[in-house]
C-alpha cells in the first residue's frame, strides 16, 4: 500500500509508483481494507467446492 503524509514530493512520488505498478499488473488499493477484501474475495473464488454425496 502506498501512502503520504500530504507533502506535494511524497504525493508526486506516490503517484508515479502507483501508475508504475498498476502498469506491470500489480495492484494497487486505496486502503487497507479494500486490500483485505480483495484478499478474501480470492481466497472464496479460488477455494475448490465442497463435495456433495
Known amino acids: 500500500m502506498l501512502r503520504s503524509a500530504g507533502d506535494k514530493v ?3 512520488f506516490v ?3 502507483r501508475a508504475e505498478l498498476i ?3 500489480i495492484a494497487v488499493f486505496g486502503s ?5 477484501r480483495a484478499h478474501a474475495k480470492l ?3 479460488t477455494r ?3 463435495a456433495t454425496a
Open 10 to 12: 511524497q504525493d508526486d
Open 15 to 17: 503517484r508515479e509508483q
Open 23 to 25: 502498469g506491470q499488473g
Open 32 to 36: 487497507t481494507a479494500q486490500a483485505v
Open 43 to 45: 481466497l472464496t473464488m
Open 48 to 50: 475448490p467446492l465442497p
